[in-house]
């Protein structure tokens, strides 16, 4: 069932970014909205606060999230470049490579007055095609979707990688 979703959903990406290639006319994006500030999401980009500087073709996006709480410390950091490939006044499509890694330590009491610290760390990579939907000349939802090699404490994986984000564009 995921399968046949993130199927589904890059051919609708394709049918999109085809239709909007032959379509739309190049448009520069409003006046000073080069810096996003929101939430993003996916295995690539990371997971929590994000922030993209996206100034001409070429942009970048951070997204980190630190747990700090009792017995449990936790770091999620992403980094990706993004390159646009149309901009259009309602929709942006656009490339994006890069990735992010994870760490995360906690310990617990046993029953029997022991602990127990268990350490998790890695990373994936990976990159795609995105599409940014705009409204109102200032709020993105951003859907992306490509390829992801998972490596870490649990080894090493490859597969389909899923990211989204909801921002503000300054």
Do not use: C
Not at 92 to 104: A, I, N, P, V
């Amino acid at each position: 069932m995921k399968r046949t979703m993130m199927v589904l959903t890059l051919a609708l990406l394709a049918a999109f970014a085809t239709a909007q290639l032959a379509t739309a006319q190049e448009a520069a994006p409003p006046t000073g909205a080069t810096q996003y500030f929101g939430m993003a999401a996916g295995f690539v980009t990371g997971y929590g606060i994000s922030y993209r500087n996206w100034p001409d073709v070429m942009g970048i996006q951070i997204t980190g999230t630190p747990v700090i709480s009792g017995g449990v410390t936790a770091l999620d950091l992403g980094l990706v470049g993004l390159y646009r490939l149309n901009d259009a006044p309602w929709t942006r499509f656009f490339l994006y490579f890069g990735g992010q890694g994870y760490y995360s330590s906690s310990s617990y009491a046993n029953g029997d007055g022991t602990s127990t610290a268990t350490t998790t760390s890695g990373g994936f990579a990976g990159g795609g095609i995105g599409l940014e939907l705009i409204f109102f000349d200032h709020i993105v939802l951003d859907i992306q979707g490509g390829l992801q090699a998972s490596f870490g404490s649990s080894g090493f994986g490859l597969g389909p990688s899923g990211e989204t984000g909801l921002f503000y564009r300054l």
